[in-house]
């Protein structure tokens, strides 16, 4: 079978650990053959520490390449769907990560858009956003495979598996993400981001929940079970009255979130067909490094899945030093008293699971876990979400 080829778009966080994950795969199935990025340098400096033979500044370069069957992106939300467009229009596969795409603007919009555009309006160009890749997927017969690494996590691999062997049924889920704030400079902005922190982590959270109830219907009753209505909260927790008091104090500095016209905030309730509900909690102002976990309260059992700081390896130092530079965990402030590192990141979060099934699917032709379907879902929800927040009421998805 031949070796499938990768062009990755963009070259910081995103495109590493992805890059990470197709080195763990077995000789032979991918060869990462092209990375594009905004910055030529950074692109060359990307590739010449990855071994990548070409970099450029211009993603046409990329699509040019006959040798690049698959379009990895690991650009800014804003670009994501233009995009993953123009590569199924060249005729490449995509891999693409979350979030699929959402509302950044048009040229009427008065500055900054999170705070001047209806989220009624923002909800429909982001859905106009979505169904233009997913039309563009299908017309071009490519394969779109959705980076949604919660879904592949062992963790939540085991509540599937667990919920299966249950006969109960789930009657909530509650997933949360937080941390103490992203690094990238464009989540700071609706404009390239979509969103804040319900979009930018409440995806992965939103993404479980959809995930787990189209699950357990499949197998209960053959069908999935589907969101109805979503009723939502968001604030930017780092300009309350409270954020300020402390600021005052010098008790602040811990904190790296920085929102500009977005939320860093959200509380998220999903109703299901089945008069379950998803219970979606995220904040970036939250410290503790990288917290994810969903749990399943079931009507004859409970299934807690923490993807992030379990203990299977604890530590202990007196001194912030003791173990020098040695990886932790994602975002943990200090190192120094009672930590939990985590001992294989890229596993127990499903990164390397959701590369290894994407080029399987591009490899033997089959469908990924992730696809289209869930990426759509998850802005259709959350963008609801968004609405609901606003208009402070309930709304029904479409
Ligand atoms: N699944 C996860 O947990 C996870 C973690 C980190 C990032 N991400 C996702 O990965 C993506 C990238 O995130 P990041 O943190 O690496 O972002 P970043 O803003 O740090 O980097 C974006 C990259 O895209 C490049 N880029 C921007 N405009 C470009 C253009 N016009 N042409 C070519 N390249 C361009 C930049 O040069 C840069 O290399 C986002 O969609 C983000 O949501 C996912």
Request: charged share 20%; glycine share 10%.
């Amino acid at each position: 079978m031949k070796t499938i080829g990768i062009g990755i778009a963009g070259a910081q966080l995103g495109a590493r650990m992805h890059l990470a994950n197709y080195a763990n795969l077995p000789k032979g199935e991918v060869d990462v053959r092209g990375v594009c990025s905004k910055n030529l340098t950074s692109a060359e400096g990307f590739a010449k520490k990855a071994g990548i033979g070409f970099a450029t500044d211009n993603f046409d370069d990329l699509l040019a390449r006959p040798d690049i069957d698959v379009i990895d992106i690991c650009v800014p939300p804003a670009l994501h769907h233009e995009f993953a467009i123009r590569a199924a229009n060249a005729g490449k596969h995509i891999i693409m990560e979350k979030p699929l795409t959402g509302y950044f603007g048009s040229p009427g919009d008065a500055e900054p858009i999170g705070e001047h555009v209806a989220m009624s309006v923002m909800r429909k160009g982001a859905r106009q956003n979505a169904e233009a890749i997913r039309e563009a997927v299908q017309r071009n017969g490519v394969k779109f495979c959705y980076a949604e690494n919660w879904v592949y996590s062992p963790p939540i691999v085991k509540m599937r598996k667990l919920i299966a062997a249950s006969k109960g049924s789930v009657l909530e889920i509650r997933a949360e993400e937080n941390h103490s704030g992203s690094n990238s400079k464009a989540s700071q902005e609706w404009k390239s981001t979509g969103g804040g922190a319900l979009l930018r982590m409440g995806v992965h959270s939103v993404g479980a929940c959809l995930h787990l109830k189209q699950w357990e219907g499949q197998i209960r009753r053959g069908m999935p079970i589907l969101p109805v209505a979503v009723l939502a909260d968001t604030t930017n927790l780092i300009r309350s009255q409270a954020s300020e008091l402390a600021r005052d104090a010098g008790a602040h500095r811990w904190i790296s979130s920085n929102p500009g016209d977005v939320e860093n905030w959200a509380n998220l309730i999903i109703h299901f067909e089945d008069g379950s509900r998803g219970n979606v909690t995220v904040s970036d102002s939250g410290l503790g490094g990288l917290n994810t976990r969903v749990v399943a309260f079931m009507t004859d059992g409970v299934i807690k899945a923490n993807m992030t700081a379990n203990d299977a390896v604890e530590t202990y130092a007196p001194d912030v030093g003791v173990f020098g530079d040695e990886y932790f965990t994602e975002k943990l402030e200090t190192h120094a008293g009672w930590n939990r590192p985590s001992c294989d990141e890229d596993w127990f979060r499903g990164f390397a699971q959701e590369i290894a099934d994407f080029v399987q699917a591009l490899r033997n032709g089959t469908e990924p876990l992730a696809g289209i379907d869930l990426a759509i879902s998850c802005v259709d929800v959350i963008y609801a979400g968004y609405q609901s927040a606003q208009e402070g009421r309930r709304i029904d998805l479409l």
